[in-house]
């Protein structure tokens, strides 16, 4: 390759940039926002309240308020939504900042399985008598590692 069929450093840049602001704004953007959305439509119904209630005594072993449960469940759906769910929850005070150290780990592992299920899993081939065992490992991870990290900051 010549130095003169190199692209520019500047347009190597901005085709980069035009790339993540089209995945901010047609994914994470709309994740997120949708969290928002839900964790307020779940406080208007009282519905938060009763996944405190539901959830509590689960998310008690790993040092979090029952509410915790609508990060993972949004996470589990998408990752994007977890970490809106999460950050709603910490703007209102129901999480803390170690709490979120405890989910952080949790979303990752066992994120977006909802999507992935269909788009990755089938079109691989994966037998479907396989996916739940697929999805429950990924849940089992993710509460294994909510206790480490709950350990590692425990006081």
Do not use: C
């Amino acid at each position: 390759m010549t130095d003169s069929t190199k692209p520019m450093i500047t347009d190597v840049f901005v085709a980069g940039a035009r790339k993540g602001w089209t995945i901010a704004t047609t994914s994470t953007l709309p994740n997120v926002l949708m969290a928002f959305i839900i964790i307020y439509a779940l406080e208007l119904t009282g519905t938060l309240a009763g996944m405190t209630w539901l959830f509590g005594p689960l998310m008690r072993l790993f040092g979090l308020p029952g509410e915790a449960a609508a990060v993972l469940i949004g996470g589990w759906m998408s990752m994007g939504g977890g970490v809106g769910v999460a950050i709603s929850l910490f703007e209102r005070g129901i999480l803390t900042g170690a709490h979120l150290a405890i989910l952080a780990p949790a979303i990752y592992l066992m994120g977006s399985q909802v999507q992935y299920a269909g788009r990755i899993l089938g079109v691989i081939g994966i037998p479907a008598k396989r996916i739940p065992l697929m999805i429950a490992l990924s849940v089992l991870n993710a509460f294994g590692a909510m206790i480490v990290m709950r350990l590692m900051i425990a006081e």
